[in-house]
């Protein structure tokens, strides 16, 4: 925690003596279940140990709990574990691939307010991918990564021999640029569809065909012949008129209102606005989602650096915030990884100037290079490697930078300048490469005999003497001594 971020060859160099020594408890059918850096040791030589195995579970045996509780450490639990399952191999192989990741970049990969909230990111979040937090990692540590911390067990490796394997070659030149490890989709959801299918259909009961009642055979009525009764008074038929109609203007009124007071006349529309989700958490957007009625997608959220939004903030959404979006609709952001900040381009400057520049990040290792360069003075920057222009780091994270300058001028002192004028044998230097100082001595310790033998103004030594390889670097100068 105090040195944040490690170099990838010294966590490396960790995990492959972490990994070797959780075989060796594999292979004892012991199964760590609290693998975290807490209980890591690294001695002065380097060498590790690992420490508590005080919930460790043999192979075969009952899985331990306490009051219902999940054993081990979340910010290193696996979804499996997560979910009540019995912890495996490959539980440990995960707690080892977010120590990996942890080291790499300083962090964990999912935090929260609670433990049972980070326990559900295991579950559900993508892993973030720690290329974003250091750029200059290459991707066959990466894949590493992410294919110890896969959600489905039967993704990750099959062992720590496996994995030991594949982190000694990790940093071999031929692998640093691998193509990216994507893991495909398993069979599970597939499964659990087709069980909920058989089960729909299992249940389901058989529709009851439709028969038509039997025709009652039709009767005939004699009509009556009695005047008496074939008679009926016309205002009674008026009456019953009117009542029959008004009682259904009554009847269509009731329905009309009814169904405009539930809504189906005028249905509520199916389309919401996106809310403002920026500089809010993740966990803020989700409740913000779900009170207008849309999905935060956090199985794809994007990370970057930025310029002032705070680590664990939203900088955007997409759709933006304000859009009609139908109900349900899923809403994707883009979460700061941290405060970044922008690479100057170095090229044009000396290489001290850089050197300066770049000693105000502290955790930025400086590497230099050089090369001949016909249209460029020595000393001075021709181009940057490893961290280019314009982009964005992270000052709480390692990184490196290589400049690459133009070679210095090498010469070797020559001879002949004893005794030459020394405005002559400046020239001389100077057209070589050097630069030059000169040194007027004062011949007054001298007695008057050897006053009398000197050449004034002539060359007498040099500084580096003559003969010497000298390279003309920045700060460096030949010194001529003349009386």
Known sequence: ????????????????????????AHKRGIIHRDIKPQNVIVKADGTIK???????????????????NVMGSVHYLAPELARGESASVQSDIYALGIVLF??????????????????LMHMRNEMP??????????????????????????????????????????????RLNEPKLVLTATEQTKKLTDT?????????????????????????????????????????KFMMGLLIFLLALLTVSGIYYALNVSGILTPEPTTVEVPNLVNMTLMEAEEACKEAELVLDTANVTYELT???????????????????????????????????????????????????????????????????????????????LLEPDTKFNPENTYEIRLIYSSYPEITIPADIYGMEITEAVRYLESLGAKVLTSNLDPSSLSEAEQEALSYGTVIRSDPETGTDYTQEESNYVILYYY
């Open 1 to 24: 925690q105090a040195r944040g971020a490690l170099l990838k060859e010294e966590a490396v160099d960790i995990m492959k003596q972490l990994v070797s020594a959780i075989s060796e």
């Open 50 to 68: 690992v420490l508590d195995f005080g919930i460790a579970l043999a192979k075969g045996s009952m899985q331990l709990t306490q009051a219902n």
């Open 102 to 119: 942890e080291m790499l970049t300083g962090d964990v990969p999912f935090k929260a307010d609670s433990a049972v909230q980070v326990a």
């Open 129 to 174: 991918s720690v290329r974003v937090f250091n750029p200059t990692l290459p991707q066959s540590v990466e894949n590493i990564v992410i294919r110890a911390t896969a959600k489905d067990r039967t993704q990750r490796y099959a062992s720590c021999n496996e994995m030991l394997d594949d982190l000694k070659t990790c940093l071999r030149p031929e």
């Open 196 to 236: 909920a299918k058989a089960h729909s259909e299992k249940n389901s009961k058989p529709v009851k065909k439709h028969t038509e009642k039997k025709k009652e055979p039709v009767r005939e009525y004699k009509r009556v012949s009695d005047p008496a009764i074939q008679r009926k008074p016309r205002t009674n």
């Open 307 to 385: 310029d002032f939004t705070d680590k664990g903030k939203i900088v955007k959404a997409s759709p933006d915030t304000g859009e009609e979006v139908e109900k349900g609709s899923r809403i994707t952001v883009t979460v700061s990884s941290g405060i970044g900040i922008t690479v100057k381009d170095y090229a044009g400057w000396s290489l001290t100037e850089a050197m300066d520049d770049l000693s105000q990040y502290s955790r930025m290792n400086v590497l230099t290079d050089h090369e001949d360069s016909e249209t460029v003075d020595p000393g001075v920057v021709i181009r940057q490697e």
